[in-house]
């Protein structure tokens, strides 16, 4: 038998450190705010994963059962992979007005206004799946240049793995009490992608998490989602109602979610590390076709056809007209809680000409609007 040269696996790891550091200096070009690297061990987040389903909290989203375990063990999802490239990216928009210089202070304004339609902010502008995918992809073929193929796969919140934890692992951030991911830096205003790969690339440390006993993001959520720290039912978050749940609305939640019309940011415009939060380097996330200042009788005035054009590309696209026109139909009927729209003409009159929808769904909605407004019985 040979003796092996000990000074080749010295080569070896100071080939791999330097590809490390190399694939984050292309993610940085790329439009990555940061690239960080982990091992694929989630065990630790297996038990609590299974209570979480046990208690029911996932709802209607059934894929968050059906691959099981499976989410925390990314090696079973691809074969092979000892690693994990994770990235996030921001997404908050510039100021496209002085009035946006304070973010945090302008999407308040716009919540207070009943007559007001509020997206999530994430969801204003171009799909973050197509961008980060793509992206992703891109930093993939520029390794592929450096060191030829190699096994890779790359997500964004579009299969069964844990991003938050495998990010939280890489040091990307810690765990909030709303379950999202912060940075001192940068708050939670970010999207999470990762590329699972059998490269053994040396591991970055997580870091401290620093919430302490703060609770705003408990505090702050209108459906009492957040039912203790770090742990969320799905089915009364608003995200979740207007974006994940295809049927109706359950009534005493909908006057909670005010004029929220597609996901819910309070729990992260709340809290204080989103002082921080970055700005987007990137265009494809400014706001289109008017999604940051639009009213409710607006968007609930669009056809199935101009709803299809206008959400050409957006996340938006995947709830339908139908949903769309329940979510307004909501927003239209908390208005009615402000005196100064309540039984306003341009409501229920927008509200009416929805009366006759074929949707049983869209219509269930549209009468409860009008109750709210003192019409019908």
Not at 57 to 66: K, L, P, V
Not at 155 to 183: C, I, N, Q, Y
Request: proline content about 6%; hydrophobic content about 40%; some cysteine.
């Amino acid at each position: 038998m040979t003796a092996l040269d000990p000074s080749a696996g010295l080569a070896a790891a100071t080939d791999l450190a330097d590809l490390a550091a190399a694939i984050k200096a292309w993610g940085r070009e790329l439009g990555f705010a940061e690239v960080r690297i982990a091992d694929v061990d989630l065990s630790h987040r297996e038990a609590g994963f299974q209570a979480w389903l046990e208690k029911g909290y996932h709802g209607e989203m059934d894929y968050m059962a059906s691959h099981g375990l499976k989410r925390a063990r990314p090696a079973e999802l691809v074969p092979g992979t000892v690693r994990v490239v994770s990235v996030r990216m921001p997404y908050l928009p510039p100021p496209s007005a002085p009035e946006q210089a304070d973010w945090r202070a302008h999407e308040e304004a716009r919540s207070a206004d009943r007559g007001a339609a509020v997206v999530s902010i994430y969801a204003r502008g171009r799909d973050y799946h197509k961008v980060l995918r793509a992206r992703l992809q891109q930093l993939a073929t520029r390794i592929e240049g450096r060191i030829g193929a190699f096994g890779y796969r790359v997500f964004t919140d579009s299969a069964p793995v844990m991003e938050v934890a495998l990010a939280e692992k890489a040091g990307l951030g810690w765990r909030g009490k709303h379950t999202l991911l912060l940075h001192r830096e940068a708050g939670s205003m970010f999207f999470l992608g990762e590329m699972l790969t059998d490269l053994p690339l040396p591991v970055d440390d997580p870091v401290t998490p620093h919430c302490g006993q703060c609770s705003a993001c408990i505090t702050a959520c209108p459906t009492g989602a957040i039912v203790a720290p770090y742990e969320l039912d799905a089915r009364r978050c608003i995200s979740y109602l207007t974006i994940e749940l295809k049927g109706s609305i359950p009534a005493d939640l909908r006057p909670l979610i005010g004029n929220r019309i597609y996901g819910c940011d309070d729990c992260q415009l709340y809290c204080p590390w989103n002082k921080f939060a970055q700005r987007a380097s990137l265009p494809d996330f400014d706001p289109r076709h008017g999604l940051e200042s639009a009213s409710l009788v607006e968007l609930f005035g669009w056809s199935e056809e101009q709803f299809l054009k206008n959400t050409e590309g957006s996340a938006i696209r995947r709830i339908g007209h139908e949903r769309w026109l329940r979510n307004l139909a909501v927003g239209l009927g908390n208005a009615a809680a402000t005196p100064s729209h309540r039984g306003d003409a341009a409501i229920v009159a927008a509200l009416q000409a929805r009366l006759g929808h074929e949707a049983p769904l869209v219509v269930e909605h549209v009468r409860w609007a009008l109750e709210q407004h003192g019409y019908m019985e």
